[in-house]
């Protein structure tokens, strides 16, 4: 198995980038009877814009594995993060990539960039009855259930809020 590097990304990595969490999304049941959200995670320029958006990439390869956006509270993609708070949306790990650490390698880096700037926690919402298996990673990184931090974007999607204290680490 070749090593991961994650990045910022560049405008030529953009294409991969929405295909991948277009692709990441319907595996996972995510875009059925949605209104027009494919095309907002396709829309990576955008994002690119007003937030940070990271890429795992397969060191041998150059092939983009997955990819995340990283942004601060008031920003336009921002969503339940408040003052002092990072927050990370549309995490995607390429289908055919799955089980390679992509995943984990982006949430490391979200985390390591919200120490960077001095933040306090790491917030994000996840969409429940989503794959055991993000729940499992968030876990495992040290992401705890916050209810007060639930929503819904629409009256059929429940939205779970998470959150990782960084003052309480080393």
């Given at each position: 198995?070749?090593?991961?590097?994650?990045?910022?990304?560049?405008?030529?990595?953009?294409?991969?980038?929405?295909?991948?969490?277009?692709?990441?999304?319907?595996?996972?049941?995510?875009?059925?009877?949605?209104?027009?959200?494919?095309?907002?995670?396709?829309?990576?320029?955008?994002?690119?814009?007003?937030?940070?958006?990271?890429?795992?990439?397969?060191?041998?390869?150059?092939?983009?594995?997955?990819?995340?956006?990283?942004?601060?509270?008031?920003?336009?993609?921002?969503?339940?993060?408040?003052?002092?708070?990072?927050?990370?949306?549309?995490?995607?790990?390429?289908?055919a990539a799955q089980g390679r650490g992509a995943g984990a390698a982006?949430?490391?880096?979200?985390?390591?960039?919200?120490?960077?700037?001095?933040?306090?926690?790491?917030?994000?919402?996840?969409?429940?009855?989503?794959?055991?298996?993000?729940?499992?990673?968030?876990?495992?990184?040290?992401?705890?259930?916050?209810?007060?931090?639930?929503?819904?974007?629409?009256?059929?999607?429940?939205?779970?809020?998470?959150?990782?204290?960084?003052?309480?680490?080393?």
């Open positions: 198995m070749s090593g991961l590097l994650v990045r910022r990304a560049e405008p030529a990595d953009h294409p991969a980038v929405a295909r991948l969490t277009v692709a990441a999304y319907e595996a996972d049941g995510q875009l059925k009877g949605e209104n027009g959200y494919g095309v907002v995670l396709a829309d990576v320029a955008t994002r690119a814009e007003t937030g940070e958006v990271l890429i795992a990439v397969d060191e041998a390869t150059g092939e983009v594995l997955g990819s995340v956006t990283f942004v601060l509270p008031g920003s336009p993609y921002a969503e339940l993060s408040g003052p002092g708070e990072a927050e990370f949306r549309m995490l995607a790990v390429d289908p982006l949430v490391r880096a979200c985390v390591a960039r919200a120490t960077e700037l001095g933040c306090t926690a790491v917030v994000i919402c996840v969409r429940s009855g989503m794959a055991a298996v993000a729940h499992r990673l968030y876990e495992r990184l040290g992401f705890v259930r916050v209810p007060e931090k639930d929503w819904r974007p629409l009256p059929d999607v429940q939205l779970l809020g998470l959150r990782l204290d960084l003052t309480a680490r080393d």
